[in-house]
């Protein structure tokens, strides 16, 4: 069985000072590989907990919260306080990592800026996360995960061709805390060879920028936008959702062996000659007529039974889960991706190591500042 001092992390203490999903998303995963986290929250609490949907507004812990602040333990202090502000300055004296995630120059008022901090621990990694950047012209500029994806032409790119659609879920943000996990973990990495600590900013723009470079790479070399493909994916045809006799699958089909592979399990093989479908760039030229033409032979079985005869031979195919059917999934319930977090629910760090299987997840923990043994005068 796995224990503490097992994780990669171990002995490793982070302080948090973040709200939402992208920052405390990244201390979570540092939580994951055995870091000690300390979440400070301010007195009314991390805005998150205030955010729930409709099916959850009778819960009594936002879903979101739980989800994104498993295995830290989270303590409370208005920094505008003088001794509150003095627990906080001795919690990041004693830290490997600090993560914040205010208004630019926020933490410079109060004294916890970078400059300020590592005047009393040099060995610092110190994170901050911002929805544009901190440079003079778009440090202002503030943002959560929708307002991103709009700027950044995440919604621009995504949608049927009559409307712009963002992401149904918080991609920006979640993207974010890997991005800003994985940039925490080298800072810890070149300060073990340096001795000294480091920066390290990451911004919900960038990261949303970066998810995107295939398509803004290949706007900027032919200067054209593609216009929104909805369930299609535009490098290849067929890749799309097609309708079945009951149900839809989703297909990529684009190369040869792969197109000549599904028109024979279709039944289809004439519609290799048909000069609309001959070649791959013919394909997606004529991508509405294609969908129509293999939508035709689909009807005629449903979507689990194509499933199975295309998956027996090699071919890309899967169906449209919700999450009910991702809960029962195969695929989740082998990888021991889902887990209960003490009364709740969590959903594994994606990474895997072979010397610690997944069990049960550590809930949150709520905590007072007595009950934290950073702050005891022999120190680390």
Same mark, same amino acid.
Not at 304 to 328: C, I, K, M, N, P
Not at 340 to 351: C, F, I, L, R, T
């Given at each position: 069985?796995?224990?503490?001092?097992?994780?990669?992390?171990?002995?490793?203490?982070?302080?948090?000072?973040?709200?939402?999903?992208?920052?405390?998303?990244?201390?979570?995963?540092?939580?994951?590989?055995?870091?000690?986290?300390?979440?400070?929250?301010?007195?009314?609490?991390?805005?998150?907990?205030?955010?729930?949907?409709?099916?959850?507004?009778?819960?009594?812990?936002?879903?979101?919260?739980?989800?994104?602040?498993?295995?830290?333990?989270?303590?409370?202090?208005?920094?505008?306080?003088?001794?509150?502000?003095?627990?906080?300055?001795?919690?990041?004296?004693?830290?490997?990592?600090?993560?914040?995630?205010?208004?630019?120059?926020?933490?410079?008022?109060?004294?916890?800026?970078?400059?300020?901090?590592?005047?009393?621990?040099?060995?610092?990694?110190?994170?901050?996360?911002?929805?544009?950047?901190?440079?003079?012209?778009?440090?202002?500029?503030?943002?959560?995960?929708?307002?991103?994806?709009?700027?950044?032409?995440?919604?621009?790119?995504?949608?049927?061709?009559?409307?712009?659609?963002?992401?149904?879920?918080?991609?920006?943000?979640?993207?974010?805390?890997?991005?800003?996990?994985?940039?925490?973990?080298?800072?810890?990495?070149?300060?073990?060879?340096?001795?000294?600590? #480091?920066? &390290?900013?990451? !911004?919900? $723009?960038?990261? +949303?920028?970066?998810?995107? =470079?295939?398509?803004?790479?290949? %706007?900027?070399?032919?200067?054209?936008?593609?216009?929104?493909?909805?369930?299609?994916?535009?490098?290849?045809?067929?890749?799309?959702?097609?309708?079945?006799?009951?149900?839809?699958?989703?297909?990529?089909?684009?190369?040869?062996?792969?197109?000549?592979?599904?028109?024979?399990?279709?039944?289809?093989?004439?519609?290799?000659?048909?000069?609309?479908?001959?070649?791959?760039?013919?394909?997606?030229?004529?991508?509405?007529?294609?969908?129509?033409?293999?939508?035709?032979?689909?009807?005629?079985?449903?979507?689990?039974?194509?499933?199975?005869?295309?998956?027996?031979?090699?071919?890309?195919?899967?169906?449209?889960?919700?999450? #009910?059917? &991702?809960?029962? !999934?195969? $695929?989740?319930? +082998?990888?021991?991706?889902? =887990?209960?977090?003490?009364?709740? %629910?969590?959903?594994?760090?994606?990474?895997?190591?072979?010397?610690?299987?997944?069990?049960?997840?550590?809930?949150?923990?709520?905590?007072?500042?007595?009950?934290?043994?950073?702050?005891?005068?022999?120190?680390?």
């Amino acid at each position: 069985m796995t224990t503490q001092d097992d994780k990669p992390l171990t002995g490793i203490r982070v302080i948090e000072f973040s709200q939402m999903v992208a920052a405390p998303s990244a201390a979570m995963m540092l939580a994951d590989y055995g870091a000690d986290v300390v979440k400070v929250e301010p007195p009314d609490g991390d805005n998150v907990r205030q955010l729930r949907s409709a099916v959850a507004l009778d819960l009594p812990l936002s879903p979101i919260f739980i989800a994104y602040n498993r295995g830290k333990r989270l303590l409370r202090l208005d920094l505008r306080k003088p001794a509150d502000l003095d627990n906080a300055k001795r919690l990041i004296a004693a830290a490997d990592v600090m993560i914040e995630a205010s208004l630019p120059g926020a933490m410079e008022r109060l004294g916890l800026g970078p400059a300020d901090v590592h005047a009393f621990n040099p060995r610092l990694v110190y994170g901050s996360v911002s929805g544009f950047g901190w440079s003079a012209g778009v440090r202002d500029k503030r943002g959560v995960d929708l307002i991103v994806q709009a700027e950044s032409g995440i919604m621009a790119a995504t949608g049927p061709l009559e409307t712009p659609m963002k992401v149904g879920f918080t991609v920006v943000d979640a993207a974010s805390g890997h991005a800003f996990c994985h940039a925490l973990l080298a800072a810890l990495f070149k300060r073990e060879r340096s001795g000294r600590g #480091a920066v &390290v900013r990451v !911004s919900l $723009y960038d990261v +949303a920028l970066h998810l995107q =470079a295939g398509p803004l790479v290949e %706007y900027l070399m032919t200067g054209t936008q593609l216009p929104r493909n909805g369930n299609s994916a535009p490098l290849g045809a067929p890749a799309d959702l097609l309708r079945c006799g009951e149900g839809a699958i989703v297909i990529a089909a684009y190369l040869p062996k792969h197109w000549q592979n599904l028109l024979h399990e279709l039944n289809a093989t004439e519609l290799a000659d048909d000069p609309r479908f001959r070649t791959p760039s013919d394909r997606i030229t004529h991508r509405p007529a294609l969908i129509a033409a293999l939508e035709a032979r689909l009807a005629s079985a449903s979507a689990s039974t194509w499933e199975a005869r295309f998956s027996a031979v090699g071919l890309l195919v899967g169906q449209v889960q919700d999450y #009910a059917a &991702v809960t029962r !999934s195969p $695929y989740a319930l +082998a990888a021991g991706a889902i =887990a209960a977090a003490g009364d709740a %629910y969590g959903v594994h760090n994606p990474a895997l190591f072979d010397d610690q299987p997944r069990g049960a997840l550590a809930p949150h923990r709520e905590c007072a500042v007595e009950d934290i043994e950073w702050l005891n005068p022999n120190g680390k």
